[in-house]
Structures are given as structure tokens and as C-alpha cells.
């Protein structure tokens, strides 16, 4: 029987996570997209683990999704001369141009234009907000003096917030642009944009993917700066999917802020049928116990519950000490909620009138179908993978049974909830096509006789265009 998980898990790579074996292990007990940090990524390295991966998916005849994750603009302080801890109320300051050891009075920050961007008052917040500083001064050249707010151990090279500052540095940084074509010579599924603010970060993206990428890349925003919350709608418009990154986003705004915001990612998502991943500490004490605690629990539940397509591992996989127990526990937690009665799903049917109207309302209309006579499965024939996303936006509780002859799609619809993608290539007529397809999803295990099942197709079949027919068939034999 397939696995029965609709929800899909997102692994991060890792040193724990560099051997053919555990990449194996992990899969069949339920990753579906395996990120690539490329924060921490050597090429080599990334190299040899994605051809690890390519060649298990075909091993075992899973589509297995991989993400490039580009880093942003990461702002951090430079490295610090032994021991420094800061009490409330010391003052110090930060200097850019050359790297220096730092100390107790003055530190060494990455980013340039930090004299030119800050304001007195403005806050700068260190290691995950652990320390709070207020600005005082600026020479808008390189010196910038700020008072502790919240002080304690000042660490090297830790990752700087601005929480009240407008950055005037691109979204995507001169490393981002080299790791970005470095991904489309990967051919990687998905790509996401760290710290996204505007639309126009995207569009940079986009026109970098679409001269070095063979095929179209979607793009994931990840939403980790209050402008973004903010803009959301405009960078819906131009993104194939969202990422709440908790993280950063929880550091940005006051933490206390985050949930009500992952719920409205999630609607806002949801609303432009588009996937959304939550990411950050979800099974963290995993990173070094065999058993989360009740909270982390809860919170991988809640995010289903909220809606979310998949949830995001970063160090319980990709440094922590059980990478593949991890998987098979939220693996567990993911089955044990996501049929539930108590999620609401979103059944606005399609209004704007756009070209796929159409597609859009036979989409709709088969996952509301399919729930009211409990179909066991809904099947579409695509080339684009467009009524996948709409299908599965509407969360029907069927299995979602994608066939495409389109090889650079298989792997990429992976991360949709519900969605399982098969290569399928031969379009004669409609019924024989139909019937094929029946055939591959009974021995998939995903039919059985006397079950429902809707198909959905493009009539006619081998013109590939717009889906536009909608087909309920009662399964009478499966082939053995």
C-alpha cells in the first residue's frame, strides 16, 4: 500500500545526511523535497548528493523533490578575540570596511551600508535576538555606536536583525547569484529566496533562472521580514510558493506576533493555490533526543491543521543525531491529524475569469465532488502541473494522482500536498487513456474494485491543452 501521508516533509541536508544509505532510509520512512542550505553548501558536496538522490528516485521509483535555499543577504558581525560579554547599558561599536578581531568596545559587521541605513533609536538585535542594542550614532561612514539593551555572551560571526531598518541591500547578493546558476546546472525542482521584501527581489530571481535554467524553476518566497508580511500580496503574485521561515520572522517581529502570521500566510496561500512549507524548530530537541517534546508535537499537528503542505526539518536532519527517526516520528504525527474533521478547507469556488477559468472551476468542482461521494482518488493528465496545484489547494480527500509526460515536472509536484506524480507518455484516445491510467493507479495500490474515482483530462487527449472534462468511473477489476 502507498504511503498514506498527504502532508509533505521537507529534509535539509546535512553532514548527518551524506550517505547513500541514511539518504535511502530517510526517503521510505517519508521525505518528499530535500533542502539544500546553501548558507553552509560546498559545491562538491551538493554535487555528489544530488546525483545520490537522482539515482535512488529512480531506484525506487519516487520522484524525490530538491530544493535550493539561497542564503539572502545575511548580516553578521566578524569574529571576536577570545571571551566577550556585554552588560546593559555598556556602549559599543560596530565598523565596517576591513575585517578586524572584535572585542567588548568595538566590532567588526559585515554589511557596508550599515552606517548609511541605520537611524538613532533603530534596534539591532544579535544571535536570534539573544542581545539587544539601540543605536545612538552614526558617521554615516562606517562607525555606528549603539547602547546594550539586553546583554550576554557576544559571539563570533553571528547573524545580525534589523528589525526597524529599511536595508538598501539586494534580497539577492552577489553569492546568491553564483549559487542560483550553480542550482540550475543541478537542475533542482524548487529555488528559494531568502528575506524577500518586494516583488521586484523575485523578479531579479526569475530572470536569472530563466537565462540559466533549461526549464522553468519555481520560486519559493520566504517570509522572514515584517516588509514582507506587509507586501504579501504582491509577492504572491509573482512566487510559486511561500515558506514561513520562524527563525528570522520570530527575531523581525515580536515572537508572540509569529502564529497569527502563519495562519495568514497559510490562508493567503491557500487563496492563491499556491504550496506553502512551515519551517523552523519543528522537532528541534530531535536534534539530539530519540523523543520530541509534547510541544513540538503539537506544533507539527497545529501546522497541518492550519493548512500548511509540508513542514520543514533544518537541524534535526541535518546535523542532529537521528535524521531518519526524526522523519518516521513526524511521519506518524502527519498521519494522525491531517484526515481530521476539525481542518477547514477552503471552498471559495474560482471568481476572477481569467484564460483557466475553465480549469479552474473543473478542478474546484472535482475536489468538492470527489469528497461528497468519497471518491478514493482524483486522476488529471497535465503537462503543465497547473491543475495539480489547483486541485490540491482545495485539499480534497482523495488522493491527488498526477500523470505527465513533462520528466521536468515529475519530481517538482512532489512538494504539493497530496500529489503523486507518475510518467506517463501514451495519449491515444480518451477512454484508452483513462483506462491506462485506472490500470497504473490500481497497481500503485491506490484503487481497488468497487472504489470511485475521478478523472479529469483535455479533450481532445492529444492536443494537450486546457483540462476540460470531468469523468466519475466505479473501479470493476484491477489488474493483477
Known amino acids: 500500500m502507498p504511503n498514506q501521508k498527504k502532508t509533505k516533509i521537507v529534509a535539509t541536508l546535512g553532514p548527518a545526511t551524506s550517505d547513500k544509505e541514511t539518504l535511502k532510509a530517510m526517503i521510505l520512512a517519508g521525505v518528499d523535497v530535500f533542502r539544500i542550505n546553501f548558507s553552509h553548501a560546498n559545491y562538491d558536496d551538493v554535487r555528489e548528493r544530488v546525483e545520490m538522490i537522482r539515482a535512488l528516485s529512480e531506484e ?47 566590532v567588526y559587521m559585515n554589511y ?47 547573524g545580525v536583525n534589523l528589525p526597524n531598518t529599511n536595508i538598501s541591500l539586494p534580497a539577492l547578493t552577489e553569492k546568491d547569484v553564483k549559487d542560483a546558476i550553480f542550482a540550475c546546472s543541478l537542475k533542482v525542482d524548487w529555488m528559494a ?37 506587509e507586501n504579501i500580496d504582491k509577492i504572491v503574485a509573482y512566487c510559486d510558493g511561500l515558506m514561513v521561515a520562524r527563525g528570522d520572522l520570530g527575531v523581525e517581529v515580536p515572537a508572540q506576533e509569529v502564529p497569527l502570521i502563519q495562519k495568514r500566510l497559510v490562508i493567503r496561500a491557500k487563496k492563491a493555490r499556491i504550496p506553502v512549507i512551515i519551517a523552523t524548530q519543528m522537532m528541534e530537541t530531535m536534534i539530539t533526543s530519540l523523543t520530541p517534546t509534547r510541544a513540538e508535537v503539537n506544533d507539527v499537528a497545529n501546522s497541518v491543521m492550519d493548512g500548511a503542505d509540508a513542514v520543514m526539518l533544518s537541524g534535526e536532519t541535518s546535523v542532529g543525531n ?63 502541473g497547473y491543475t495539480a496545484f489547483q486541485i490540491s ?17 515529475l519530481s517538482q509536484l512532489n512538494l504539493l500536498w497530496g500529489v503523486k506524480a507518475f510518467y506517463y507518455d501514451r495519449f491515444v484516445s480518451t477512454d484508452e487513456t483513462i483506462e491506462d491510467v485506472n490500470a497504473i493507479a490500481c497497481k500503485k495500490g491506490f484503487l481497488d474494485v468497487g472504489d470511485m474515482l475521478i478523472s479529469l483530462a483535455a479533450m481532445p487527449i492529444k492536443d494537450k491543452g486546457m483540462v476540460n472534462t470531468l469523468r466519475v468511473t466505479e473501479i470493476e477489476s484491477c489488474p493483477v
Open 112 to 158: 557596508e551600508s550599515f552606517p548609511q541605513d541605520v537611524k538613532p533609536g533603530e534596534r539591532v538585535l544579535l544571535d536570534d535576538g539573544k542581545l539587544i542594542f539601540e543605536i545612538e550614532s552614526t558617521d554615516k561612514k562606517e562607525k555606528v555606536v549603539a547602547k546594550v539593551v539586553q546583554g550576554g555572551p557576544l559571539k563570533s560571526k553571528k
Open 393 to 409: 489547494a482545495w485539499r480534497p480527500s482523495a488522493h491527488i494522482l498526477v500523470f505527465t509526460s513533462n520528466k521536468a515536472i
Open 193 to 229: 529566496l531568502s528575506f524577500v521584501r518586494h516583488s521586484e527581489d523575485l523578479m531579479d530571481l526569475q530572470k536569472l533562472i530563466e537565462e540559466h535554467a533549461e526549464h522553468k524553476i519555481p520560486i519559493i518566497a520566504k517570509i522572514e521580514k515584517p516588509e514582507a508580511v
Open 322 to 384: 537521528y535524521p531518519v527517526q526524526v522523519i518516521e516520528k513526524m511521519t506518524s504525527i502527519l498521519k494522525s491529524v491531517e484526515g481530521s474533521e476539525l481542518i477547514k478547507v477552503p471552498h471559495d469556488p474560482p471568481q476572477i475569469r481569467t484564460v483557466r477559468y475553465i480549469t479552474k472551476s473543473v478542478c474546484y468542482h472535482a475536489a468538492l465532488m470527489a469528497n461528497e461521494i468519497g471518491a478514493k482518488a482524483i486522476s488529471t493528465l497535465t503537462n503543465s
Open 60 to 106: 525506487l521509483g519516487l520522484y524525490t523533490a530538491i530544493l535550493a535555499d539561497l542564503q539572502g543577504p545575511k548580516l553578521r558581525v566578524g569574529v571576536m578575540s577570545g571571551e566577550v560579554v556585554v552588560s546593559p547599558g555598556d556602549t559599543i561599536t560596530f565598523r565596517t570596511g576591513k575585517p578586524f578581531e572584535g572585542n567588548a568596545e568595538e
